[in-house]
């Protein structure tokens, strides 16, 4: 048993609860005690005294090795982005690159604080590999196009991944087409029905742009939301990334179908595409993740730092300030993003969840005069203040090292890898 003594405690519970100088204890992957001081006479103490614990990010939407390509792709919009630098770029990935890729990742995941992700890439299985040797767990997909010869076996070998890990309880597969653009109604259909016979989630790139929703709607004469539900792809739940060109009848679709946001406002903002209408959203009662997307459109996978923008923008954006609060944008970073990607047994610290969290110190200048907490660690505190990760109950991270990643070896190959991808272009 673990337990974590003298800790101010954000639980993100049903009444966001914090409590001061509390005990947390951990057996096994699971919470069995959050409340004020008790003590554990023969379990591993740690001392967390001037520190808060607060639940591990759940990063809705992510594309893990594209780490590679960070720095490389900036400064464009989303479609010469993907497909003058992307695309080519992704075609000299290898199952190795892939998985080195995903293992830098999540390196830096464990770093700043995120424990659970739900990633895309071309082959689910190295994420999936990668997020297990990490200690991280998560939704893992394999992208499938119409322009893939290979979709098929791409498709079969989904299946098997989630196969594989049903009854493990840290991987979780779905089914990604990438997007209403890169994929023939024929086969969104097949695809759809497909991941409902296997009772998987589908994960999809959804009205990112204005142009990808008008081309939709000039293509099919409908908005990408009301295609999918026309091909029947929202009867499996649907975790739609994105969705900043968004109508008042799509936020009915989503809302009547129990589909899910994925939130990247990091990226959208970065490539350009806008602003999609959260506070709307949340009006009608969507569920929402906020995500970090790629490495290569962000740039990074920092959730503390994308909680705080999803925080921020709203409020610019509509120039109303009660539009987003710090309570709401952490609980869309955690619990709320957690419920959003179909998990209840995480993103709030209660007994009985997932032993996810982060242990930060608020010694820094910025936190040290301690008001509102939330209010703090959303609006002045920051993902270097983390000092330790916890997930599934085994510590991640801790001081500074990483505890269960060879982190120099990680960090070696991708960057041989790198040298790979990016000799003789
Ligand atoms: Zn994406």
Redesign the pocket.
């Known amino acids: 048993m673990k337990v974590f003594q003298n800790a101010c405690i954000v639980t993100v519970n049903s009444s966001f609860d914090v409590i001061e100088k509390g005990t947390l204890a951990v057996e096994g992957k699971k919470i069995v005690y959050v409340g004020p001081r008790r003590d554990y006479p023969d379990a591993e103490i740690f001392d967390c005294s001037g520190k808060v614990i607060m639940p591990g990010f759940v990063n809705g939407?992510?594309?893990m090795p594209m780490i590679f390509f960070r720095g490389y792709t900036d400064d464009l919009n989303l479609q010469d982005w993907l497909w003058q630098r992307i695309f080519p770029l992704e075609s000299r990935h290898t199952p190795d690159t892939e998985y080195h890729g995903a293992l830098a990742a999540a390196a830096e995941l464990t770093r700043t604080g995120t424990t659970t992700v739900n990633d895309?890439y071309y082959h689910g299985e190295y994420v999936a590999r990668a997020l297990k040797e990490a200690g991280l767990s998560g939704t893992v997909s394999s992208c499938l196009m119409s322009s893939n010869e290979q979709a098929e076996s791409v498709l079969r070998s989904a299946l098997d991944l989630a196969d594989r890990y049903k009854d493990d309880e840290d991987i979780r597969v779905a089914i990604a087409p990438h997007a209403e653009y890169t994929c023939t109604p024929e086969d969104l259909r097949y695809w759809g029905e497909t991941a409902a016979k296997a009772g998987l989630p589908i994960h999809i790139?959804c009205s990112?742009t204005r142009s990808e929703h008008e081309e939709c709607v000039a293509r099919h004469g409908m908005t990408p939301v009301e295609l999918f539900e026309s091909l029947g792809m929202m009867e499996t739940h649907m975790l739609l990334?994105?969705c900043v060109y968004i109508t008042e009848n799509d936020m009915d679709v989503i809302k009547k179908h129990g589909a899910s946001v994925l939130h990247?406002p990091i990226?959208n903002l970065k490539l350009a595409s806008g602003v999609a209408p959260i506070p709307k959203m949340l009006e009608k009662g969507l569920k929402v993740a906020i995500s970090t997307?790629?490495p290569a459109?962000n740039n990074t996978q920092d959730m503390w730092e994308e909680m705080r923008v999803a925080a921020l923008v709203h409020k610019g954006y509509l120039r109303d300030p009660l539009v987003m609060n710090a309570k709401t944008s952490l609980y869309h970073a955690t619990k709320g993003a957690a419920l959003a990607l179909g998990y209840n047994d995480r993103g709030s610290l209660e007994e009985g969840m997932r032993a996810d969290f982060v242990v930060f110190r608020t010694d820094s200048p910025a936190m040290d005069i301690r008001t509102d907490i939330v209010n703090l660690i959303v609006y002045s505190g920051n993902s270097r203040d983390i000092v330790m990760t916890v997930a599934g109950g085994e510590v991640l991270y801790d001081s500074g090292e990483y505890r269960k990643l060879d982190i120099e070896k990680v960090m070696g190959d991708a960057r041989n890898d790198f040298e790979t991808i990016f000799r003789d272009r």
């Open positions: 939407h992510a594309h895309m790139h990112e990334a994105h990247n990226s997307d790629g459109s």
